[in-house]
């Protein structure tokens, strides 16, 4: 099976200028995307010490329950920012919560994706990163294309090959992109995590179309 080359440079120049372009939206998502993945953990662990009534202590668990749904539901409604950006189309704050259709199969893909990568880790760990590296793209087969988990699965491994070693420096590329960014304070991070997230969507978007040409 041939090489599927993309560029890393282009990728990434993709990414920062479509930041570029709509600073502000992307600083929006950032912000109800962090606050979404980290505000119930901060308040859960405020609570860490104390002896709650027992009443108190299931609506904490409900609400839990609750936030890992809305959290699943995020996830998918960023890639589909993502890919809004990436095919030029017109993209919206309230496409982070659009995404209820895709839910289940999201749900029992990732918890797929964590066995198998889990299994790979625990073989001497080497055979688990190359499976995450193959199989990163199954959330955005399930969105882009509304495809089972077994089929997105599949369908990543599939689209990825030949590029393996090309998508393990775009993940390198990636760090050091957010490290630099970190640097001011954390402050451009604002910047720099959006650009990352949407050169992996431009990847994707470009192996998609390897696949089916």
Avoid: C
């Amino acid at each position: 099976m041939g090489t599927k080359s993309f560029s890393i440079n282009e990728a990434v120049n993709f990414g920062w200028r479509t930041v570029k372009k709509r600073f502000w939206f992307f600083v929006q998502i950032f912000i109800i995307v962090a606050l979404i993945a980290y505000g119930p953990g901060v308040i859960m662990q405020s609570f860490d010490k104390v002896e709650l009534p027992t009443l108190v202590a299931m609506f904490f668990f409900l609400a839990g329950i609750i936030f890992w749904v809305v959290q699943l539901l995020i996830s998918i409604g960023l890639i589909q920012v993502v890919l809004a950006h990436v095919d030029s189309r017109k993209s919206d704050v309230s496409d982070l919560f659009t995404g209820t259709k895709f839910l289940v199969n999201y749900f029992l893909s990732s918890l797929a994706f964590g066995l198998v990568t889990g299994v790979g880790i625990l073989l001497l760990v080497i055979p688990g990163l190359i499976l995450i590296v193959r199989l990163q793209f199954y959330p955005y087969l399930i969105v882009d294309k509304g495809v089972g988990p077994i089929e997105a699965l599949k369908g990543s491994w599939n689209m990825t090959a030949g590029s393996f070693w090309n998508l393990v420096l775009l993940a390198l590329a990636a760090v050091g992109i957010n490290m630099l960014g970190a640097v001011a304070l954390g402050i451009g991070l604002l910047w720099s995590i959006p650009t990352t997230v949407l050169a992996v969507g431009w990847v994707y978007r470009r192996l998609s179309q390897h696949a089916h040409a």
